[in-house]
């Protein structure tokens, strides 16, 4: 199990443990577990489907049309969705668990572009185009995924057309936040694009009003390859921002202690 351990000094607790299983990279594809017990679905409900199509639930025809099509699996830590390549026949998403986007650097390694936590989309777009996936995708903890084939999912949009006009806005989104990662990678500094990632998941801190908290999601080492820095880099601007006064590192917690400063770092060219 790997720890962060990126506490200033003065930072008080004690680190906590990793949210995330440390993994070993596999190229296998995980075989089906034993079958849920009666009444139990791996698919969405309309809630989780609303969220999956940008906005409120879906109405009871349109989650259960959904649901009719789809194809759900369970997949073990460590296990490979789909390699990078593969042919993609539907659009596939994460329903519940964590699933990293990246590339097998070696059997031993994997290098995290993005990661997904369900529900949330793992690819829109190659089962649309009928083209291979871009990138591996790896199961980070237990995990159900499920694909909308393209041509019955093609039908339900035609009686729905509301749902194709919510899919078509999800899209837009993704593509806006691609444009976004894509310019700070090219044009922000190594501390602009960390303030950036961590502001962009703050979350109010309901224990002390005016501040902010932040759960980070998997291994510094994953974080790092993210932001395109090494995992010793990610560590040394932690501290740096630590000293600044602008938030505390407690084992995967980050307490950020002035958002409006890291906000004004995020936002620096």
Same mark, same amino acid.
């Given at each position: 199990m790997e720890h962060l351990n990126l506490s200033h000094p003065s930072a008080g607790?004690? %680190?906590? #443990?990793?949210?995330?299983?440390?993994? &070993?990279?596999?190229?296998? +594809?995980?075989? *089906? %577990? @034993?079958?849920?017990?009666?009444?139990?679905?791996?698919?969405?409900?309309? &809630?989780?489907?609303?969220?999956?199509?940008?906005?409120?639930?879906?109405?009871? %025809? /349109?989650? *259960? @049309?959904?649901?009719?099509? *789809?194809?759900?699996? &369970? +997949?073990?830590?460590? *296990?490979?969705?789909?390699?990078?390549?593969?042919? @993609? @026949?539907?659009?596939?998403?994460?329903?519940?668990?964590?699933?990293?986007?990246?590339?097998?650097?070696?059997?031993?390694?994997? &290098?995290? /572009? #993005?990661?997904?936590?369900? %529900?949330?989309?793992?690819?829109l777009s190659a089962g649309w185009l009928a083209e291979p996936h871009a990138l591996d995708a790896r199961a980070m903890t237990s995990a159900t995924i499920a694909e909308l084939p393209r041509e019955p999912l093609g039908q339900v949009l035609d009686r729905y057309p509301m749902l194709a006009r919510r899919l078509i806005t999800t899209l837009a989104r993704e593509i806006r936040a691609l444009a976004v990662n894509t310019h700070e990678l090219m044009h922000k500094d190594a501390p602009g694009r960390l303030a950036a990632w961590l502001h962009q998941r703050c979350q109010a801190d309901p224990a002390l009003p005016g501040r902010a908290v932040v759960q980070l999601p998997m291994r510094k080492r994953d974080i790092a390859s993210q932001l395109a820095i090494t995992p010793e880099t990610l !560590?040394?601007?932690?501290? !740096?921002?630590? !000293?600044?006064?602008?938030?505390?590192v407690a084992g995967y917690t980050v307490h950020v202690l002035d958002p409006a400063a890291l906000e004004r770092l995020a936002l620096a060219d």
């Open positions: 607790p004690m %680190p906590e #443990r990793a949210p995330l299983t440390r993994l &070993r990279a596999s190229s296998r +594809v995980a075989a *089906a %577990p @034993a079958p849920l017990g009666p009444g139990v679905s791996l698919l969405p409900d309309a &809630r989780q489907w609303g969220t999956l199509f940008g906005g409120a639930a879906l109405g009871s %025809p /349109e989650a *259960a @049309a959904l649901n009719e099509i *789809a194809r759900a699996r &369970r +997949v073990a830590p460590g *296990a490979l969705v789909h390699g990078q390549g593969d042919a @993609a @026949a539907g659009l596939l998403l994460v329903v519940d668990g964590d699933v990293a986007l990246g590339v097998r650097a070696d059997e031993a390694g994997f &290098r995290t /572009e #993005r990661h997904m936590h369900g %529900p949330a989309w793992l690819d !560590s040394r601007l932690m501290r !740096s921002f630590a !000293s600044q006064g602008v938030l505390q």
